[in-house]
Nanobody, 124 residues
Framework: QVQLVESGGGLVQAGGSLRLSCAAS????????MGWFRQAPGKEREFVGD????????YYADSVKGRFTISRDNAKNTVYLQMNSLKPEDTAVYYC?????????????????WGQGTQVTVSP
């Protein structure tokens, strides 16, 4: 059974940083593209970023490019989202998700497995 468990969310002031973790079981993160999405209240879930199966490429939404970084530790079977220079508009529930390698990046329907999400709140 596949499980993705996010952690590391919390309350932070604008300009601060957080690192989210996504611990996987039942699949190897080195064999999947791993993505991060977020959903703010009243809004659609949106793509944040992705790291491909071999870690050679990362992709980011324009809204987070230059501030967020995705990385992976295959030995720990964990994916990370480092978030710097946080803004109030980054407030959302953040989800990690896994897609089969070779499938398109950033399209929600292409991600087969999802975590339960972790809340990130950025105060002004």
């Amino acid at each position: 059974q596949v499980q993705l468990v996010e952690s590391g969310g919390g309350l932070v002031q604008a300009g601060g940083s957080l690192r989210l973790s996504c611990a996987a079981s039942g699949l190897s993160v080195s064999m999947y593209g791993m993505g991060w999405f977020r959903q703010a209240p009243g809004k659609e879930r949106e793509f944040v970023g992705d790291i491909n199966w071999n870690g050679g490429s990362t992709y980011y939404a324009d809204s987070v490019k230059g501030r967020f970084t995705i990385s992976r530790d295959n030995a720990k079977n964990t994916v990370y989202l480092q978030m710097n220079s946080l803004k109030p508009e980054d407030t959302a529930v953040y989800y990690c998700a896994a897609r089969f390698r070779g499938r398109p990046v950033g399209i929600r329907a292409e991600y087969m497995y999802w975590g339960q999400g972790t809340q990130v709140t950025v105060s002004p």
